[in-house]
Nanobody, 120 residues
Framework: EVQLVESGGGLVQAGGSLRLSCVIS????????ISWFRQAPAKERERVSC????????HYPDSVKGRFTISSDNAKNTVYLQMNNLRPEDTGVYHC?????????????WGPGTQVTVSL
């Protein structure tokens, strides 16, 4: 059974930091790119990072570039999202998801998500 489980969410003040983890089981980690998405009310779901399964290259949209960093530990089948200088607009449910490569836009598996709330 393929499972993705996120952890590390919580309540932080603006300017603070948080590190999210995504533990993946049931698939070969090296065959997949791993992405982080966030979903907030009244906003479209946004991909905030992706790391390539084969090349390890990270990708970020302008909304988080310079503040968020994705990394992976292949031996542990775990992907992390380090979030620094958090803003209230970063609030949302953060999900990890897998597909074959970052350039694709269909995702084979999703985690249930972890809540991140950034207060003023």
């Amino acid at each position: 059974e393929v499972q993705l489980v996120e952890s590390g969410g919580g309540l932080v003040q603006a300017g603070g930091s948080l590190r999210l983890s995504c533990v993946i089981s049931g698939i070969s980690f090296d065959d997949y790119a791993i992405s982080w998405f966030r979903q907030a009310p009244a906003k479209e779901r946004e991909r905030v990072s992706c790391i390539g399964g084969s090349d390890g290259i990270a990708h970020y949209p302008d909304s988080v570039k310079g503040r968020f960093t994705i990394s992976s530990d292949n031996a542990k089948n775990t992907v992390y999202l380090q979030m620094n200088n958090l803003r209230p607009e970063d609030t949302g449910v953060y999900h990890c998801a897998v597909n074959r490569e970052c350039a694709l836009h269909w995702y084979e598996h999703w985690g249930p998500g972890t809540q991140v709330t950034v207060s003023l």
